[in-house]
């Protein structure tokens, strides 16, 4: 008998059963990280109703995706849009393959997840730094050595929880404040989450400005410090670079995306800098270069004209 989910198949399977079964076991698989329910309604202008993020968290769950970063415990009087996480927390629905992820700056937002916290729920929680010292002042009132100590902390206090941590290191090719950013300088900011503890590290092009070349030059310099394994990307389609980036990086063996469902959001912190690339594009792409990821890419159409109906 055949072994269709293992490593071999016989000569005498029929051709178009054999060729889903080579499908199935050589296809490589991509990683989609969702970012739509924070890094994307975080930058919307109105007031998104909890029960609304809740129906889109919940749906997004139903996909197929395994992470889904669903809210940050932040200052609500800097990001409004993040002021009900722990009522998003709440009421979303637990799912047993699904990580949600919350994005906790320092330990009051330790403090407030961890109130927060349900038993039944897988969580990560994420921290951030800068490539840029520019965009670290603007965005987090200190030097980039300054936010390291600061979140180390939340970092010690996470592991200790049992909970996964992963870094986003942001402005990995341009700041809006400093310009162009030299690939050294990224490589350095990753080294130093590195430093604090082992996690995986999401490489944020926050204004949209990376173009493959800078992308590939970056690159080559944080794998020099942290493995392809290791490292996500974050791509903005501000300047309609970002499946071509991310082209890039699968080139350089990234195999982990972020991305926001109907392409919402941005950061509020960066001029310009709408737009996160939509789920829906990478899955489009994934299927063209031939990797699995595991997502219904239909729920994901329903879940995004639920997003862009929140706008």
Not at 30 to 39: A, H, K, S
Not at 214 to 220: G, H, I, N, S, T
Not at 260 to 266: F, K, P, S, T
Request: glycine share 10%.
């Amino acid at each position: 008998m055949a072994n269709v989910g293992g490593g071999f198949a016989p000569a005498t399977l029929p051709r178009d059963v054999y060729e889903q079964w080579k499908g199935r076991v050589m296809a490589e698989a991509v990683r989609i990280y969702e970012v739509g329910p924070r890094d994307g309604l975080q930058n919307e202008p109105g007031v998104i109703p909890v029960a609304s993020k809740i129906a889109l968290i919940d749906l997004l769950a139903r996909s197929g995706l395994r992470d889904i970063e669903v809210g940050s415990f932040v200052s609500p009087k800097w990001v409004p849009q993040m002021a009900d996480t722990d009522a998003v927390l709440a009421g979303m629905a637990a799912a047993r393959d699904v990580s949600f992820a919350v994005l906790v700056p320092n330990m009051r937002g330790w403090e407030a997840f961890a109130a927060a916290r349900r038993p039944d729920v897988r969580y990560e929680v994420a921290v951030f730094i800068s490539a840029s010292e520019g965009f670290s002042q603007s965005n987090l009132n200190c030097s980039v050595a300054e936010s390291v100590a600061r979140l180390a902390p939340v970092v010690a206090a996470a592991l200790d929880a049992d909970v996964p941590v992963r870094g986003y290191v942001s402005c990995v090719t341009n700041c809006p404040f400093d310009g162009p950013i030299a690939p050294d300088q990224v490589a350095s900011a990753v080294a130093r989450l590195q430093e604090i503890a082992p996690m995986q590290v999401s490489l944020g092009d926050t204004i949209g400005k990376g173009t493959p070349a800078r992308v590939a030059a970056m690159l080559e310099a944080v794998k020099d410090a942290v493995p392809a394994t290791q490292l996500a990307g974050h791509f903005h389609d501000t300047g309609g670079q970002a499946l071509a980036n991310i082209e890039v990086a699968l080139d350089h063996g990234v195999r982990i995306f972020d991305s926001a469902v109907g392409g919402l959001g941005g950061c509020p912190y960066a001029p310009g800098a709408p737009g996160n690339v939509a789920t829906e594009a990478v899955l489009e792409l994934m299927a063209r270069r031939g990797f699995e990821t595991g997502v219904d890419r239909d729920v994901i159409a329903q879940a995004a004209e639920m997003a862009r109906g929140m706008r």
